[in-house]
């Protein structure tokens, strides 16, 4: 089987050059991504850039790299104190592979998940600032929102993000925020612990991107914040629990003002786990394909179901964001490249 051409994505430079026009003055909210979850599926530096340089610069403009997961924290920071972890991604990796991107017209996007999705994040905190873990901590998987000092935290770290991933025109940072159980004036405070956070990174030259399923109807949420709509329910199927969230999540409409990337929870997830299984990738290119981008993925309030094919005219967004999930460390890297392949 040839799993890839040297030829497949041959381009002019002058349509490269267009492109890069492109890239540098849409919004990210109009343009197609790939997430890459290197926290739960680790890939290194070398294996990183084999998808970048993979990815056709005519269909996909950015690539995301989830990076803190309750699983790992695949990127090596002096203020966690992982800086000798093998598996991690350290600031001159991601410097480099910034630049990698630069140069194949894409943008290349972190995303440091907190305050949700922090098991792994906490465990390290637990071992190298023992006190500081205690203040900024709510459960075992979750920092305290509430707290000012998890927020000068979490901009540290960030910092060292930024720092590593500077170097291109229009930056965008994903802060997370999804799966949190946040409502009422906890969820208030949730906002206002991202605004603060958005402020911080709008003063270090980028743009910020929070998940969607966290956000309240009629939240105070800063209008610059882009929100990658995955599903208003989140995970939840079961009914009573999508009532509920159909009376306090927002909806897209809710979110109208915000620049909104499709991160449709139906057409646009992978699980990795499926990777050697051809029908299923088969399966999923199509309806990628043919989704249309003004489908999102709404509780239906007739059936009680999640409705992944909720269009949404009114949205002003034409891109969609590719996510590309795992649980599960062991999986077959050239089918990884087969599958980024198959989506360009």
């Keep these: 089987m040839v799993l890839f051409s040297e030829n497949v994505f041959a381009v002019t430079n002058g349509q490269l050059t267009q492109k890069e026009d492109q890239i540098n003055y849409t919004k990210i909210s109009e343009r197609n991504g790939i997430l890459l979850d290197v926290a739960r599926c680790q890939l290194n530096k070398q294996q990183i850039n084999q998808i970048i340089d993979q990815i056709n610069p005519q269909k996909f403009s950015y690539i995301v790299l989830h990076l803190n997961d309750d699983q790992h924290v695949s990127f090596r920071s002096k203020i966690i104190g992982n800086q000798n972890d093998p598996k991690a991604l350290s600031v001159n990796d991601l410097k480099e592979l910034t630049a990698n991107a630069q140069r194949h017209h894409l943008m290349l996007v972190p995303d440091f998940d907190t305050p949700g999705h922090c098991k792994a994040l906490i465990k390290l905190l637990k071992v190298h600032h023992p006190k500081l873990a205690q203040q900024i901590m709510l459960n075992d998987n ?126 646009n997830y992978f699980d990795l786990e499926n990777l050697n299984n051809s029908s299923k990738i088969e399966y999923f290119v199509n309806q990628f394909n043919q989704n249309n981008v003004k489908n999102f993925d709404l509780i239906d309030s007739q059936s009680w179901e999640n409705n992944a094919k909720s269009n949404q005219n009114e949205v002003a967004t034409d891109g969609q964001l590719v996510c590309l999930w795992g649980e599960n460390q062991h999986f077959d890297f050239k089918r990884l490249l087969y599958l980024i392949k198959k989506l360009n």
């Excluded at 306090?248 to 409409?253: F, N």
Aim: net charge negative.
């Design 142 to 267: 979750t920092l305290n929102y509430l707290s000012h000092k998890t927020e000068k935290f979490v901009q540290k770290i960030n910092e060292e993000i930024n720092t590593a991933c500077h170097k291109q025109q229009y930056p965008y940072i994903l802060l997370g925020g999804d799966e949190i159980a946040a409502s009422g004036n906890h969820n208030r405070a949730l906002m206002k612990y991202f605004n603060e956070l958005n402020t911080f990174e709008n003063h270090h030259g980028y743009r910020s991107i929070i998940w969607n399923d966290s956000i309240m109807k009629n939240a105070d949420l800063s209008n610059k914040i882009t929100v990658a709509y995955w599903a208003q329910a989140g995970a939840n199927s079961a009914k009573q629990d999508l009532q509920t969230a159909f009376n306090e999540r927002a909806t897209v409409v809710d979110l109208i003002n915000h620049p909104l990337i499709n991160a449709n929870a139906e057409y």
